[in-house]
């Protein structure tokens, strides 16, 4: 059952949030919703009664027809007036549910759901809008689908025209717009509506880029106002770490993780890695046979982490190689470093750098420091060779170690400034210099100096 109370207590000014350390402490503020133990299902058809017959014979075999599928499980969680509050997890674990129940378009089977303040969802894009009406009424029509008075959306009609840059189109029919012009309407339209809580489902990144700068912004700002509220399912994890206060992460209906930001963003991104492995290594079994990459000459190739996969810039990255080569003569291991985040590879060690001295079933070990680069994915493909038969610069490749043998791990610094790059600023710097070659201190060296000198 859903509470909405739609006076809602406002904080008075952002410095009453303050805590010791300068910043914001949310918990001092009102809880603006509370969901109390709430569990949902639905049921799935397993068996079609095509008439009254087949429905009475099902019934008299016992045979339900459906299964019951558990979506949420016993979610309780609080979210206070002030908050960019993330809702993460992999798709299927029910954060979309969870986001219908709160809206009010679901009814949970158990448990309770109180909001405190008008609440906009926002959870498809476009939905109530009817191609045959202009924009101009369509606005209209939206806003009314959201609970809005023809007097509200009198007062914010000219701001969402303008947010959405459709000025000259809002009498033209909504059949005629381009797909991105409708995003744009329907985006502002959940955006400008004066709700006290917003309810985004995977919706930050829509319009072309000028219009996403623009979105941008409009969150950077609406993260700052203490007396709105937005609660965000994503994917993106950038988006969690640039916006959110808090976040939470769903799996398998359940809370798995609730609170910083960073701990739920490194929650998850280790949640898709495995359930990459799992889903390799199935596939592999179904397949049958040698892992993808290896063969009868070598069976056994796979590259395995020994430091946790979760690493900072200080950290170095140990790993483990473990093979299987009984032929004689001479060979190598060839490790690359592949980017998964911006693409390509980092690094590699070249052919015929690490040559092997053992034969047989063999586990040798590495490290590489994590100090050059900012936050990032990355997997360690390794590959085993054997000296070219025609070319003696040259090596030939005997097995690789991919998919489910790869190893994958992933480098997650508070102190990374900017993770747009691969290589941070200790592994490399642009400077400026003057007409004496003389380096002219930036903003990172003057911090550098501050710190060094104590203030």
Known sequence: MTKNAQNTQNAE???DLLSEDGTLDFTKAPVVLKVDHVSKSFRLPTEQATGLKQAFINWTKG????????????VSFEVHQGEFFGIVGRNGGGKSTLLKLISGIYCPDKGTIETHGDLVPFI????????????????????????????QIDAMYDDIVDFAELGDFMDQKLKNYSSGMQVRLAFSVAIKAQGDILVLDEVLAVGDEAFQRKCADFFSQIS????????????????VKRYCTRAMMIKDGKVRVIGDKESVAQEYTLANLEAERAKQRKEREARGGYPNGLNARC???????VSKPMCTTKDMFRFDVEYQFDEPGDFYLAIAMNDIRRG???YDTGAKIIKMTKHGHQTVHFELPCKLFNDGEFRLITSLRTPSLTDPNFTDTVAVAIDENACTFVIRDPDCRDPYALLNDDAMRIHQIDDDGNIIPDLID???AEQAAGR
């Open 446 to 448: 003057l911090k550098a």
């Open 224 to 239: 700052t106002d203490p007396t709105k509220t937005v609660i965000l399912v994503t994917h993106d994890m950038d988006a």
């Open 13 to 15: 000014n952002a410095e």
């Open 124 to 151: 498809e894009l476009g939905v109530g809008f009817n191609p045959e009406l202009t924009g101009r009424q369509n606005v209209y029509l939206n806003g009314a689908l959201l609970g809005f008075s023809t007097e």
């Open 63 to 74: 045979i339900k027809g459906y299964r019951m599928q558990q979506v949420l499980d016993d």
């Open 344 to 346: 390509g590879i980092t």
């Open 299 to 305: 069976p056994i190739l796979r590259t395995v982490p």
